[in-house]
């Protein structure tokens, strides 16, 4: 446990110096398939924090089709199945005077965006072909 907190602040502070260069980053604040797929697992506040610290904007992703077409089954690690990924690039939210007491609601702003968009578009709309 320890060297995974070592670990996470020593890859916190690498990003810091990557959005400090101007590189953008992707960050799946999940850090996780989770058991539930295609719902979504909890949000790690790490990626929230940093944009806050860094002052810079946050564009949720939503992945419409990735767990349909990369599945996490038991006993089948990297399975993959033929298709097409949609994806929604959401508008970005900004953080500029944002604290990082702001940081859970932020995280809790993109986690109901992106839940509420896999609700209304996140059918798979090819699963039955690939249950054949």
């Known amino acids: 446990m320890i060297g995974s907190i070592k670990d996470s602040h020593k890859a916190y502070k690498e990003r810091e110096k990557d959005l400090q260069k101007g590189i953008s980053l992707a960050i799946f604040p999940e850090a ?14 790490g990626a929230f924090k940093l944009a806050i610290e860094m002052q810079v ?9 990735n767990w349909c077409i990369f599945p996490d089954r038991k006993g089948q690690k990297f399975l993959l199945r033929p298709g ?5 690039v959401h508008p970005s ?4 005077g ?3 007491n702001d940081a859970n609601a932020l995280r809790d702003q993109v986690k109901d965006l992106i839940f ?7 059918s798979c709309p090819f699963s039955k072909k690939l249950k054949a």
Request: glycine fraction near 8%.
């Open 57 to 65: 904007p946050i564009v949720p992703i939503t992945f419409l089709d």
């Open 116 to 122: 509420g968009t896999l609700e209304n578009e996140g």
């Open 93 to 96: 939210i900004p953080t500029a």
């Open 98 to 100: 944002l604290t990082e």
């Open 84 to 88: 097409l990924s949609r994806i929604i």
């Open 32 to 45: 996780t398939i989770p058991d539930c797929s295609p719902e979504l697992g909890p949000f790690k506040n």
